[in-house]
């Protein structure tokens, strides 16, 4: 069954279509959306994809549509300057001008890059999201796009919002089971910031991986992007509550960087994080999360739930001072009163340390 989500911000409103098969109904949306015949379309997508889907996809536009295509490497070293720079030039080759349309065809890494080409070629031009990760359910929302700088994951970007997204969860198929895991660290994200009862579900409905298929997977798509569009309509730019979806990823960030971008992936990285963020929500607030044994159930799905050994605290609570939240080298933290009740705060250099190295402690008793 196909669903319609409205996302709103103030500056765009545009739909979400997500369901099984919808990829078959994207000539009909690019019609609902004013794309005359013979625009030129840009497909920027991953060389995975472009073995499996990319021939279907050319197909389904070509009678149309005057198709072109550029495959960047996998992972997250593909979000390049090297590589946003080869994909402007690939717009330039084939002549795309500011009617022309550009399809971020792929996951994450793909839609970051794919909408921040679109967002800066001729200042510029329109592009759809068609995610075909469970990750990119968070990513393909609300028009952050960006490219990694060795010093900063996500640090040369802009907020640009797409035309529509296409979400067919047909192509999670043929996901591997980490970069499934990988994505279900988001939905579990947006349970535990914003919605109670849809954390509840989870913790009833989804035992293993395994569970994530079919009606089920589809739910958890439909929750997450509702969490993620209900930020989103409040604050489009992070000047506000946005920046609750950044539960887990100030350590997460930090993780991925230290590690190299692609050693770990990023719902792993993230993990940590929220348990890491979990952990300090105890020491600050005073509350207790016991009951809810957060590490026993992120071990059920396999993540990671304690810090690489090989990485230094110092090195880490760096990483963190140079993330885009800090203010004046002071570290911000998404921190949970409650599930569902979040809340931003400052923590000093000295109370950080003294978290990291009680939480590596902590955590690695209990492997």
Not at 64 to 69: P, S, T
Not at 220 to 245: F, M, N, P, W
């Amino acid at each position: 069954m196909m669903e319609r989500i409205w996302i709103e911000t103030k500056t765009k409103q545009y739909p979400l279509f997500l369901g099984e098969g919808v990829i078959e109904s994207l000539p009909d949306i690019l019609r609902q959306l004013s794309f005359s015949e013979r625009t030129k379309v840009l497909i920027i997508t991953d060389q995975t994809l472009e073995r499996l889907y990319l021939p279907k996809l050319r197909a389904l536009l070509a009678d149309d549509y005057e198709v072109f295509a550029h495959v960047i490497s996998g992972g997250e070293e593909a979000k390049s300057f090297e590589q946003y720079y080869a994909c402007q030039t690939t717009a330039l080759q084939c002549g795309l001008d500011r009617k022309s349309l550009i399809l971020a065809f792929g996951g994450g890494v793909v839609g970051d890059l794919a909408g921040f080409v679109a967002a800066t070629y001729m200042r510029g031009i329109r592009y759809i999201q068609i995610p075909t990760t469970l990750l990119a359910h968070d990513s393909a929302v609300g028009g952050k796009v960006a490219i990694n700088h060795p010093l900063g994951k996500n640090m040369i970007g802009a907020f640009y919002q797409p035309e529509a997204v296409v979400y067919d969860i047909a192509f999670l198929r043929s996901l591997p089971e980490k970069e499934l895991r990988s994505g279900f660290a988001e939905v579990i994200k947006h349970a535990l910031i914003r919605d109670r009862d849809f954390y509840e579900w989870l913790r009833r409905e989804v035992r293993t991986l395994a569970d994530l298929k079919g009606e089920r997977l589809q739910y958890c798509i439909k929750k997450g992007i509702e969490v993620k569009a209900s930020v989103v309509r409040e604050d489009e730019k992070e000047a506000g509550v946005r920046a609750h979806l950044n539960f887990g990823h100030t350590l997460g960030h930090a993780i991925e960087n230290e590690l190299g971008y692609g050693a770990i992936t990023h719902g792993d990285a993230v993990a940590i994080g929220m348990l890491f963020a979990l952990f300090a929500s105890e020491r600050v607030y005073g509350v207790s999360f016991a009951g809810h044994h957060f590490s026993s159930w992120f071990r059920t799905y396999g993540f990671p739930v304690s810090l690489p050994q090989q990485l230094q605290a110092t090195r880490l609570l760096a990483k963190m001072k140079g993330d885009k939240k800090a203010r004046a080298g002071t570290v911000r933290m998404v921190l949970l009163k409650d599930i569902g009740a979040v809340e931003v705060m400052s923590l000093d250099d000295e109370t950080l340390l003294a978290l990291l190295y009680e939480f590596s402690r902590r955590e690695e008793g209990k492997q």
